[in-house]
């Protein structure tokens, strides 16, 4: 028969695993960390009970009976002390495992459509290119596609957009607004599948996406013409403030790149 201690040992291997869980999600270790320990956690806690279950087993007999007497008192296995231990050991090894999972569990929880829904794009933001450079009106020529980012935030893979000379004639009337002089700007991340969009067709006035060549027309509204694309790039709306520069008035009035589950709720 194996010694109780067993079981106790291998429990106690499971409470440290699931320590180490705590320990993870406190001081935000690495996933790697975090797998480790629950493999240990889940281990020692079933090695716990296979062998409980062993010596349970191992006890097991057939005896003979004497009729008109009365039987003598049956032995078990796993004494009452034995079993206080198995249940000590295993509470505090499963209470160790499902505090150490709370953390893990709980950022699934997280509401994630405030980051989908908007950008870093706010009033009164400066047009910066990817060196951080403000950019006035008139520096871009007609034709010309420059990168551009908030200023502050150059980087944010969502805000980043294009800014686009073109003739103000050619634009959707609707928006033309938002584009003062022909400085056109639009989200670089593609409707379909989050591509950045980045092949500009001066003649046609079109964008291409060339991940899976969804085309975007930009004089009218930057709505798909061609590809799997199913919704326009979204156009921010910009201006020029009293010393040339331009600004955004706003954040995109619509959420960038591809849709999701409970967009224009």
């Known amino acids: 028969m194996r010694k109780p201690s067993a079981v106790g040992a291998s429990f106690a291997l499971g409470a440290a695993g699931g320590i180490g869980l705590i320990a993870s999600g ?17 281990t020692g806690i079933g090695v716990g009970l296979v062998v409980f279950a062993h010596q349970l087993r191992d006890g097991d007999a057939t005896e003979e009976r004497h009729e008109f007497q009365s039987e003598p008192p049956v032995e078990t296995p796993v004494s009452d002390r034995a079993r206080r231990s ?31 829904k908007s950008t870093s794009w706010e009033s009164g933001m400066r047009l910066v290119n990817s060196d951080g450079h403000p950019i006035k009106a008139g520096e871009v ?6 990168t551009v ?30 584009a003062p ?17 980045g092949l500009y067709e001066a003649q046609r006035n079109q964008l291409l996406c060339p991940c899976h060549q969804s085309t975007f027309d930009l004089t009218n509204g930057a709505k798909p013409v061609f590809g799997p694309a199913a919704r326009p ?19 995109f009035p619509e959420p960038v790149g591809p849709g999701f589950w409970d967009r224009g709720r």
């Open 233 to 251: 790039l979204p156009q921010l709306p910009v201006a020029i403030d009293d010393q040339g520069w331009l600004i955004a008035t706003g954040d």
């Open 149 to 178: 980012f908030p200023e502050g935030h150059i980087g944010d893979a969502m805000a980043q957009a294009l800014l686009i000379r073109v003739d103000p004639a050619t634009l959707d009337p609707d928006r033309a607004g938002w």
């Open 26 to 42: 406190i001081l935000n270790l690495s996933t790697q960390f975090l797998g480790v320990m629950l493999a240990i956690a889940l």
């Open 141 to 146: 020529t007609q034709g010309s596609v420059v």
């Open 181 to 197: 002089d022909g400085h056109l700007v639009v989200s670089k991340v593609c409707t379909h599948a989050g591509c950045p969009v």
């Open 86 to 116: 198995f249940l000590r050991g295993l509470t505090a090894a499963l209470g160790a495992l499902v505090i150490g999972l709370a953390g893990p569990l709980r950022s699934l929880g997280r509401d994630p459509t405030p980051a989908l």
